[in-house]
């Protein structure tokens, strides 16, 4: 391989990480708010079903 083709694979390389890592920071942020979601559900749900009791 040249060195066109060895700077070629390198910037892949770094696209694909850090195409990765933009992925992975989406997905964890997505994670935190379906917890904070889920936490702000809970005890509104355990007020309405102790009310049905």
Do not use: C, E, G, W
């Not at 390389?13 to 904070?36: C, E, G, Q, R, V």
């Amino acid at each position: 391989m040249n060195n066109h083709q060895n700077a070629i694979f390198r910037q892949l390389d770094n696209f694909i990480k850090h195409s990765h890592s933009f992925a992975m920071t989406i997905f964890h942020k997505i994670t935190h708010s379906a917890k904070l979601v889920i936490l702000l559900i809970i005890p509104t749900y355990a007020k309405v079903s102790k009310r049905m009791l």
